[in-house]
Nanobody
């Protein structure tokens, strides 16, 4: 059974940084992609970034380009989201998810809260 466990959220001042981690287990992820999504109160969940396990190809939402960096450690089955120059509008619950590349995201973590104060 696939499990995703996020960590690294917290409270930070605007302009600060956080690094989120997502540890994946339960299968081999070679042909999968890993994504980060977020959901702010009263808003729909939105895409933040994704990376493919095999080639490491990345994508970012326009709102985080140049500030967030997604990376992976295949040996640890872990994906990271380095978030720099955080803004109050980045406040949300951040979720990692995985699914076959080219398919839908099937598995989701429980989420980690990120709060950015002004």
């Amino acid at each position: 059974q696939v499990q995703l466990v996020e960590s690294g959220g917290g409270l930070v001042q605007a302009g600060g940084s956080l690094r989120l981690s997502c540890v994946a287990s339960g299968r081999t992820f070679g042909s999968y992609r890993m994504g980060w999504f977020r959901q702010a109160p009263g808003k729909e969940r939105e895409f933040v970034s994704q990376i493919t396990w095999n080639l490491g190809a990345t994508n970012y939402a326009d709102s985080v380009k140049g500030r967030f960096t997604i990376s992976k450690d295949n040996a640890k089955n872990t994906v990271y989201l380095q978030m720099n120059n955080l803004k109050p509008e980045d406040t949300a619950v951040y979720y990692c998810a995985t699914g076959l590349s080219g398919g839908r995201y099937e598995y989701w973590g429980q989420g980690t809260q990120v709060t950015v104060s002004s």
